[in-house]
């Protein structure tokens, strides 16, 4: 065994003791990522507080903390008000910043908006930390969104990005200001370029983030699903579990400082093989494929999955959960929560 | 002469006839490029609107406008205020977007407004237009700074983008605003990625504004001019006359629609060679080499000239003006025009 990867084996089975006592802090942390982050990182003894603004339409939901909620410190504060964060960066080990706008057809719809919660918020960060935390571990997640449409699959972190909506330029705008801020101000920083992220905590009442809520919702509501385009465009799904592991992953890791992964999946399905798999737990699911409406056919990406193999050999990172177990799992976890989250 | 070739001269001859009673709208039109552009265009027969705010440190010079301030309308809102943009897009032929905080170094030192007075004001102006204008021509002047640290020379617009300050990240977000909204509504938008301009009316009172402007004033003052790093950074310098003239060819071509071009110069020079040529009209001016200070250092891109064929293919421009003749003009004004510019 190298000594390469053997010290990575190491970080990664060390990796609870990294978060024990350890201060965090979770932008977004009421959200679907940021929650379920935040429940691992009680787990494994750190000190949480969350920031969120919980904007209606954001996807953030004071019940994806209920199980933690005596452990976390909730502060409910906006990131466009720099004032509240100088405080809250002080004295962090690590600090995952999660929140901002996630709606690709939203930002189309209030671009200044997705402006504002994505790009001010993420500059007020990095100005907090540059004057009263430099030593905080940062990481940022963005998107796949920033590519656009790709010719070469899987896309790797070497293509040129080429964001074809507000959302993605804005995304595109933060990962640039982490790796600024890493390169003129040494900040520790690091931006995960994550794909479909699926699981329980996920917001699936609202049709504002990705095909994923939008199917598993109109799966237990016994609705038709219905598949935009004609179905066979080709996408990479990340469990839950994996997407914290690799957010923990990352943080503990000094050669991610100042670069850029992408996170992927060992399979990649298309949607009408997503929607097959729901079918298979839940059998009397339907599905019909119709027409793009105008709106999301102008922003839609076409085909995409991404090569992780740079975060794989940094970190040791592989995600562990097959689409079948993952899909069950949420299912599972939404049929027992309809009213927090569906109905 | 090819068909191509032909419709190319015709029309560049007819220039002047595309913008005779035609409505122009000018977006920091009290600035170095904009009042220049404003006052070939009153030239040229066109009614000409100028938006400026005046924030003191963005260049605007009311001195600017002199020579046409009976002929132009100008009105002293804030792009980020969206209600005076909404009238103001109305009807007008051709929109000119060049208001916006140039600064690299302010930039870095005031991010947040970098972010505001850029990107905010960009998306308001387009959506504007398309709620407003979807029809106008809309030209958007952009930098080479969107480049940042680039390894082959001449640059061409294939090469990827990788902005290295503040300022960069929020122009390049100016830019994939632009094509977005053009891919999206069909907005008529043109992108000039400009390099180093010069000429009479530029902005040398502070230092904000790249060294150029800095040679001029310390020439004038009989300062010894100061190089920082070694002088030997080479770069590609356009005279004001030769940028207002690719501003106008981009606003009449229809092949220009959607797309990005470098402007460019014939030679480049390096920096002790530019100021070797400011020698040679005042021979009393000295110069020395210094090291960068910090915190410009870390944002220097070191080399660049840029490539501009794709633009000379598509509207026939060319430099005109060599840099001896263009820094005589520019001395010769900024020595007549003591107190308006730079004592």
Redesign the interface.
Known sequence: MSLERRRILIETLNIGAQFLKKDVLITGGLGFIGSSLAIKLCELGANVTIIDSLIPTHGGNINNIREISERVIVNYSDLRD?EALKGLVRDKDYIFHLAGQVSHGDS?LN??ND??VN??AT??L??SCREYNPNARLIYTSTRQVYGEVSDLPVSESQ??S????NG??K??GE??HL?YH??YSLKSTVLRLTNTYGPRQQIRSNRQGFVGIFIRQALQLEEIKIFGDGTQLRDFNYIDDVVDALLLSSINRDCYGEIFNLGALKKYSIIQFVETIQKILPSVNYKVVNFPEARK??DIGDYYGDFSKFHKVTGWNPKVDIETGLKHSLKFFSEHPLEYWK
């Open positions: 720099i189309m671009p200044r402006l504002e790009c001010i500059i007020n990095l100005e040129p990005v964001p074809i909506d507000v330029i804005n595109l705008s640039y200001y600024l390169r003129t102008v922003i």
